[in-house]
């Protein structure tokens, strides 16, 4: 049987330079045990300079080279030089295949000798690659949510519940909060220009047409892309990147049955029950300046009940719930598409957002012209 050494390492600190020798076979049992001991040493160490000694390195496996590559990322990270003395060609050339810095230098690098055609090109294939993407997103999440649906024992009802209170529930304070600041500044503003026709009392018309059929739905949805949206992003985007989600997919599971599906069903619910409610703090805004100019509250649920008809309350409440499910559902995209990174949680919280709001104005302007030609 052969006779395999042990790896064993000693460490030197001369002038602020810090020598670390290590000998023997780095293999998968004995390279833990210097990893960890050795990673206490370093970061207890002030230094300059982080020297490896592995002339006496006679063979080295993936977790040795892995090693040598944490050794020169430690020094980087406390700032201080890298060195290493004495390794073997054959590992020095897998130590550096396996540097990201070297590939991503080598990778920029070749990208800059690209023509315009090559770099249209290859944004081209980018771009198709993010559409197939964006199809399969959608293709499967509508084929899960149509089955969640006609079976809701499939659905993780307690999950939708947790996100719907995390999500819904509280974000009720600044939806009212909003709903209110907006129906008062609505109504004032609009009340002084038609004072001078005495039409004050149109203003209850004017906000209440305003609210349930427009702003309630739109403001509602644009909250929920900021507060909600970017929330599934950053939760899924962090998930992909500590790769829990590639976790889930080696146990057999799905991550959009698992992690997308309760957040668009509680983005489906949410968005209509907090429409409700923003309209009714919005209205109860506009009713405090009506009464300020002297027209009684029942005055005002009368002009109120007069302007608005079911079909409007319905219209305002099916857009709500539309945007509840896009604005949800670009979130959990975002957050499955996050790269890798320390940056891309950030990245893909951003998008949702802004994607999200976007996709809020198309929508609305599609609705408008839509209701418009159906008469509602």
């Avoid at 390492?9 to 290590?22: D, G, S, V």
């Avoid at 293709?139 to 089955?147: H, I, M, R, T, W």
Wanted: one cysteine or more; hydrophobic letters at 50%.
């Amino acid at each position: 049987m052969e006779n395999r050494k042990e790896a064993e390492y000693k460490t030197f600190i001369e002038n602020e330079i810090f020598i670390l020798e290590i000998s023997g076979i780095l293999d998968v049992i004995s390279t833990p045990k210097i990893w960890q001991e050795t990673d206490s040493i370093l970061h207890k160490n002030k230094f300059k300079k982080l020297i490896i000694q592995a002339r006496d390195i006679h063979d080295c496996e993936g977790v040795g080279i892995a090693l040598l590559f944490h050794y020169k990322k430690v020094a980087k990270h406390l700032e201080a030089e890298f060195e290493i003395q004495g390794l073997e060609k054959k590992f020095e050339d897998l130590l550096n295949f396996f540097t990201h810095e070297n590939e991503t230098k080598a990778l920029v690098n070749f990208q800059d000798s690209w023509n315009t055609p090559e770099k249209i090109g290859f944004r081209t294939v980018q771009i198709w690659e993010e559409t197939k993407f964006i199809i399969n997103f959608i293709g499967e999440c509508s084929v899960l949510l149509f089955s969640s649906f006609k079976n809701p024992s499939k659905i993780k009802w307690f999950e939708v519940i947790k996100v719907a209170e995390n999500a819904g529930v509280n974000a009720l304070p600044i939806i009212v909060l909003i709903g209110f600041l907006l129906g008062l500044i609505m109504s004032f503003q609009s009340a002084i220009p038609m004072q001078r026709f005495g039409a004050e009392i149109f203003v209850a018309n004017l906000v209440s047409m305003s609210l349930f059929r427009e702003l309630g739905p739109l403001m509602t949805a644009i909250i929920i892309a900021g507060r909600t949206a970017s929330s599934f992003a950053a939760e899924l985007g962090t998930m992909k990147v500590s790769e829990e989600i590639d976790a889930i997919t080696t146990m057999g599971l799905s991550p959009l049955q698992f992690l997308v599906i309760p957040r668009l069903i509680a983005g489906i619910i949410i968005s209509p029950m907090l429409t409700i409610f923003f309209t009714l703090a919005g209205l109860i805004g506009s009713a405090v300046v009506m009464m300020s100019f002297q027209y009684p509250f029942i005055t005002f649920v009368n002009q109120v009940l007069s302007a608005v008809k079911n079909g409007d309350m319905l219209g305002g409440l099916f857009k709500a719930t539309v945007f509840g499910g896009v604005v949800s559902a670009i979130g959990c995209f975002h957050g499955l598409n996050t790269s890798t990174g320390a940056s891309s949680v950030g990245e893909s919280t951003t998008k949702s957002v802004v994607n999200g709001i976007i996709s809020i104005a198309v929508l609305d302007g599609v609705f408008s012209v839509l209701f418009y030609y159906l008469g509602v």
